[in-house]
């Protein structure tokens, strides 16, 4: 209902659920919780007064099929904010398992982010990772604010995808690699051949 704070806590299983109430949260508590929602990684670029701007993000999402359209939240704080703000544009560039350098690198505050970075110029003149596992070129039409951040929404203008590479996660506050049930059932059979003394072409095919 309208006017109800958000309650929540965190447990160890289901049993100690059922023993507790839970608790009014605050900043604190709903970080602690948030991070247990999994997501991908993405570096956000663009390109204000002759520089080139990037972040790391991960609240970014779809926000319509047609037309294609996305959604990113940046904090108002954020060195980047000013330059997505005024130049109307970014770069969603959704990092694959290999680039978690990237995302830290992005992370940090720094002179040039784009040290040692690969990129190209799009379409609208922005900067594009190179290596990624997808990138999206972005034009913004709206944006509101909620809390501490902006939220712009955005036209998706170009996109690629690139189906050989895999994604890089983050969850709890550490970085991880996806494994699919298939991927996670072949190597236990693998494991399982591997210990009973079954050999042939096992490395070939690993």
């Given at each position: 209902?309208?006017?109800?704070?958000?309650?929540?806590?965190?447990?160890?299983?289901?049993?100690?659920?059922?023993?507790?109430?839970?608790?009014?949260?605050?900043?604190?508590?709903?970080?602690?919780?948030?991070?247990?929602?999994?997501?991908?990684?993405?570096?956000?670029?663009?390109?204000?007064?002759?520089?080139?701007?990037?972040?790391?993000?991960?609240?970014?999402?779809?926000?319509?099929?047609?037309?294609?359209?996305?959604?990113?939240?940046?904090?108002?704080?954020?060195?980047?904010?000013?330059?997505?703000?005024?130049?109307?544009?970014?770069?969603?560039n959704v990092l694959s398992k290999n680039q978690e350098h990237l995302a830290r690198q992005f992370s940090?505050?720094?002179?040039?982010?784009f040290a040692g970075v690969e990129t190209y110029t799009s379409a609208l003149g922005l900067p594009v990772?190179?290596?990624?596992?997808?990138?999206?070129?972005?034009?913004?039409?709206?944006?509101?604010?909620?809390?501490?951040?902006?939220?712009?929404?955005?036209?998706?203008?170009?996109?690629?995808?690139?189906?050989?590479?895999?994604?890089?996660?983050?969850?709890?506050?550490?970085?991880g690699r996806l494994v699919l049930a298939e991927d996670d059932l072949r190597d236990l059979n693998r494991?399982?051949?591997?210990?009973?003394?079954?050999?042939?072409?096992?490395?070939?095919?690993?």
């Amino acid at each position: 209902m309208a006017g109800e704070r958000l309650t929540v806590e965190i447990f160890d299983d289901d049993k100690q659920r059922e023993k507790n109430e839970m608790k009014t949260a605050d900043s604190t508590l709903f970080r602690r919780t948030i991070s247990r929602f999994a997501s991908g990684v993405t570096v956000i670029t663009t390109r204000h007064g002759g520089t080139n701007h990037g972040m790391t993000a991960s609240a970014v999402t779809a926000l319509s099929l047609n037309p294609p359209m996305l959604v990113l939240c940046v904090n108002r704080e954020a060195p980047t904010h000013e330059a997505i703000s005024t130049a109307d544009s970014f770069v969603v560039n959704v990092l694959s398992k290999n680039q978690e350098h990237l995302a830290r690198q992005f992370s940090r505050p720094s002179d040039d982010k784009f040290a040692g970075v690969e990129t190209y110029t799009s379409a609208l003149g922005l900067p594009v990772i190179t290596g990624c596992l997808a990138n999206f070129e972005c034009s913004v039409t709206a944006r509101t604010t909620g809390g501490t951040h902006t939220i712009f929404i955005a036209d998706v203008r170009a996109a690629a995808a690139y189906d050989e590479r895999k994604p890089l996660l983050y969850y709890a506050g550490r970085f991880g690699r996806l494994v699919l049930a298939e991927d996670d059932l072949r190597d236990l059979n693998r494991l399982e051949k591997a210990e009973s003394g079954w050999t042939s072409d096992w490395f070939r095919m690993a």
